[in-house]
């Protein structure tokens, strides 16, 4: 094709893509169906990873959960399985109704949840855990890469171990994973990669240097797997990059912008930032970044000079917002080595 035509082949296709996302805003798409789809997520002990478990269960998908901690992960199967007892309990109440028997019961029935402790830091753990949930469960379907942890030390006092071990949970575990689904996904041409980075994989601040390189890292692999899976035609499986704002789940305590500023812009309640994101999922939408906001503050910070991208953080408390949690996290560090007699 004449490379002045194709420019504007091109020019139309953007223009439309334009519409078609315009159009979605308007018109709020048919969320797909993961009944019965295997789903796994990483982190399901606890915050984020619970709330995705818990909606996809509403959602009657099969439930794979991976934690490094087996207490809070078999917590968590447990609300899976009572929301499982209610889907059946409803079903065959409602097939009783209906006068149709056990026919509308048995599908029901087959839900179940499966727990793996595994540690996500570490290559060998996650490709043999993902080699036994291929054998007791089959291939996995949705892969949603939710493990997180933060060190919350300032980057001269934090030891090199945390640092690492931040990067490989954040980012280098989306990698082991990835890897051991993907190759199946491709086969089927079918599925769905979910990744749960964060804004401060967008833009960054001051204090929490390792957290926002393992952030970018994720969002920079995110983005490339999405290209590469483009590429190859594969428009069978989806992605979805999940960039929330600052959420309430704890990780983060202590955390605060300037106060005048925090009644317009708080910490996000973590089952609103779940149901957005599920909605993006089940849309098949590519990123959902939440509140909106953030979107224009990515946006900003890519076409602003750094200096004043600077000034609009201190104006905000933005630069400075990760050092009383800092603070909080060194003074019970004290607490716990001194109650040990350390």
Request: net charge neutral; hydrophobic share 45%.
């Amino acid at each position: 094709m004449n490379i002045v035509l194709e420019f504007f082949v091109v020019t139309f296709k953007v223009l439309w893509a334009f519409v078609l996302a315009a159009a979605k805003w308007l018109v709020r798409p048919k969320e797909k169906s993961v009944a019965g789809q295997v789903c796994l997520i990483t982190g399901a002990g606890s915050g984020l990873g619970r709330l995705f478990a818990l909606e996809f269960a509403r959602r009657r998908a099969l439930l794979v959960l991976w934690d490094i901690n087996t207490q809070s992960n078999e917590e968590t199967a447990g609300m899976v399985r009572h929301i499982y007892r209610e889907i059946s309990e409803e079903a065959a109440a409602a097939a009783h109704q209906a006068g149709d028997g056990e026919e509308e019961v048995l599908p029901h029935c087959n839900l179940q949840v499966y727990t793996y402790t595994c540690d996500v830091s570490k290559r060998e753990n996650v490709y043999l855990t993902a080699e036994r949930v291929r054998q007791e469960v089959g291939e996995v379907s949705v892969l949603v890469n939710n493990a997180g942890v933060v060190s919350g030390h300032h980057l001269l006092e934090c030891p090199d171990e945390l640092i690492e071990r931040t990067m490989m949970v954040n980012c280098h575990a989306h990698f082991w994973t990835t890897k051991a689904f993907l190759p199946k996904m491709l086969e089927m041409n079918h599925g769905h990669i979910v990744t749960v980075a964060s804004s401060l994989g967008l833009f960054s601040t001051a204090g929490v240097e390792d957290y926002c390189a393992s952030k970018f890292g994720a969002v920079g692999f995110h983005e490339s797997l999405s290209h590469e899976l483009k590429a190859a035609d594969k428009d069978g499986i989806k992605t979805t990059l999940v960039c929330p704002y600052l959420v309430d789940t704890g990780m983060f305590r202590g955390c605060r912008i300037r106060k005048e500023i925090e009644p317009f812009l708080p910490p996000l309640k973590p089952d609103y930032c779940v149901k957005q994101a599920m909605r993006a999922i089940l849309t098949d939408q590519p990123m959902i970044c939440t509140p909106r906001l953030m979107y224009m503050v990515t946006f900003m910070k890519s076409i602003l000079p750094f200096e004043a991208v600077v000034c609009m953080y201190r104006f905000l408390g933005a630069d400075k917002c990760m050092y009383p949690f800092i603070a909080q996290r060194k003074q019970a560090t004290n607490n716990n080595e001194a109650k040990n007699g350390i």
